[in-house]
């Protein structure tokens, strides 16, 4: 059994076919096949089942997949322990993230880091979350902080959630309350941003699983300015905790809770790649990371408290 025949058992898991696997490793088809085939060789089961659905894992395939992810994990504590060992390179921090992530996450966390690391020039780019575990992966970045990544090459390390919220100005939410149904909402003039992001997929497939058609009252190309057209009370949207949590403390914006409605939620994630252990300075800076999403998740859990007790009038 050798490390790269589990992490390509874990690609076809994950991404359910040898082709896409494929892609996602760079390598070629028969490649991924002759991995895999050698892998079940040596352990003298098959790990993969064809059915009409497609591929799907075996029962030993499902039994083997968590033992194989701890695997990688394992491995790369091995690395990381023996680069210790060796000098440190130099170089600025090479950091990708969603572009969200940078205007409303990073700049705080960026400011802390700096105080223990002022003489450390820092290399931040942004993109969609594709993008961004693209530059992870092709080493333009030593670190990608974005939403729900998965790959086989990579560490993932979820750092909390993210949900949509529907928000209003206060002008808005007390004409329309603080509680509604789907039904309801789905009448109200919405503002949309960036179509065909995981947040307008997200947000839309919600409207048509229930057989509805939102009211669009605009639709426009990016968070900050859904954002400014909310606060002037051009309509309502469904926008990321992340980009309205000093609002709605300071009471500018507020949130609408859906009664029938399921939680427009994703997961906010930090990759590395497993094969290229971090360096010191990298290490550094996820500990901040990790610190302010944790900061940002009890804010989060006290503002909630707090809405129920508006809302039940106590």
């Known amino acids: 059994m050798e490390i790269d025949q589990v992490e390509t058992f874990l690609a076809v898991a994950t991404f359910g076919g040898f082709h896409r696997a494929a892609e996602a490793l760079r390598l070629s088809q028969p490649a991924v096949s002759a991995r895999i085939k050698a892998l079940e060789e040596s352990l003298g089961v098959r790990l993969l089942a064809r059915s009409r659905s497609g591929l799907t894992l075996s029962d030993a395939g499902r039994a083997f997949r968590p033992h194989a992810e701890q695997l990688l994990r394992t491995a790369s504590v091995a690395r990381q322990a023996v680069h210790e060992l060796q000098p ?88 329309h309350g603080r509680q509604a149904k789907l039904e309801q909402v789905a009448g ?19 409207f048509r699983k229930a057989g509805l058609v939102p009211n669009v009252a605009l639709e426009v190309d990016g968070i900050e300015t859904a954002k400014r057209m909310v606060e002037r009370g ?63 998740t ?11 007790r508006k809302i039940r009038g106590y």
């Open 88 to 175: 440190q390179a130099g170089g600025p921090l090479q950091i990708a993230a969603a572009l969200s992530i940078c205007v409303y996450f990073l700049p705080d966390v960026l400011k802390r880091f700096q105080k223990s690391h002022p003489n450390l020039i820092i290399n931040l780019r942004s993109g969609h979350s594709k993008e961004v575990l693209e530059m992870v992966l092709e080493d333009e970045a030593e670190i990608g902080i974005a939403r729900s990544l998965m790959h086989p090459e990579v560490e993932t390390l979820q750092l909390r959630d993210d949900p949509l919220l529907l928000v209003g100005n206060s002008i808005q939410c007390a004409r």
């Open 234 to 296: 051009l309509g309502l949207a469904f926008l990321p905790h992340m980009a309205v949590v000093r609002e709605l403390r300071q009471g500018k914006l507020a949130s609408v809770t859906i009664e029938d409605g399921e939680p427009l939620g994703r997961s906010l994630d930090v990759v590395h790649p497993r094969r290229r252990p971090l360096r010191t300075e990298a290490k550094a800076f996820l500990q901040v990371v990790r610190d302010a999403a944790a900061e940002v």
């Open 188 to 206: 109200w003039p919405l503002v949309f941003y960036e179509r065909g992001s995981s947040d307008w997929a997200l947000t839309q497939s919600m």
């Open 298 to 308: 009890a804010d989060r859990t006290s503002y909630a408290g707090r809405e129920r």
